[in-house]
Antibody, heavy 117, light 110 residues
Framework: QVRLVQSEAEVKKPGSSVKVSCKAS????????ISWVRQAPGQGLEWVGG????????NSAEKFKGRVVMTADLSTTTAYMELTSLTSEDTATYYC??????????WGQGTLVIVSP | QSALTQPASVSGSPGQSVTISCTGT?????????VSWYQQHPGKIPNLIIS???KRPSGVSDRFSGAKSGNTASLTISGLQTEDEAHYYC??????????FGGGTSVTVL
């Protein structure tokens, strides 16, 4: 079955960057789209952006433009999300998801990113 | 892109039906049939329960159903059960090639 396994939790300083990985298995990686969704503690879901690994192209939510880079490595079937200029408001659990006709399934286990001085 | 509008909470007794609304605009729900719904129990990962407005993934109970009219989508839970107590989120594709979520609705089984 399709499985997405993400990297471990990170603690970062304000102003720094974080790069989260998402290893996919059970799917033909070149045919999928991967999105990233975050959830701040006690808050709702927020779409960060998505990438089509086969093309290396994607899009991000307006509020993240210029601050997020989403990439994918077909050889290792791994997607990456790098978020720069971190602030405390970026403290959240970041999920990678398979985007199938704009329905997200399955979800990775989530990567907690804590931004703290 | 503003978040879709959902009620903060809805409640119902076991066996009853509850409906959660999700209101967007002509730029998202009103223009695309890419509306999804997710169920999230406390401390758990969200789970897709409805995609493309009305489609239920394999394994999802048929007590969950989706619909759309104009700029508003809805999720109905029929025959409410205690296990349905969770947060529910809607999402929609938008005309900016992006995706937007609703703020989430807490469902309480009385």
């Amino acid at each position: 079955q399709v499985r997405l396994v993400q990297s471990e939790a990170e603690v970062k300083k304000p102003g720094s960057s974080v790069k989260v990985s998402c290893k996919a298995s059970g799917i033909i990686f070149s045919t999928v789209a991967i999105s990233w969704v975050r959830q701040a503690p006690g808050q709702g879901l927020e779409w960060v952006g998505g990438v089509i690994p086969a093309f290396g192209t994607g899009n991000s939510a307006e509020k993240f433009k210029g601050r997020v880079v989403m990439t994918a490595d077909l050889s290792t079937t791994t997607a990456y999300m790098e978020l720069t200029s971190l602030t405390s408001e970026d403290t959240a659990t970041y999920y990678c998801v398979r985007d199938y006709r704009r329905g997200f399934d399955p979800w990775g286990q989530g990567t907690l990113v804590i931004v703290s001085p | 892109q503003s978040a879709l509008t959902q009620p903060a909470s809805v409640s119902g007794s076991p066996g009853q039906s509850v409906t959660i609304s999700c209101t967007g605009t002509d730029s998202d729900i009103g223009s695309y049939n890419f509306v999804s719904w997710y169920q999230q129990h406390p401390g758990k990962i969200p789970n897709l329960i409805i995609s493309e407005v009305t489609k239920r993934p394999s394994g999802v109970s048929d007590r969950f159903s989706g619909a759309k009219s104009g700029n508003t989508a809805s999720l109905t839970i029929s025959g409410l059960q205690t296990e349905d107590e969770a947060h529910y989120y809607c999402s929609s594709y938008t005309d900016k090639n992006s995706l937007v979520f609703g703020g989430g609705t807490s469902v309480t089984v009385l």
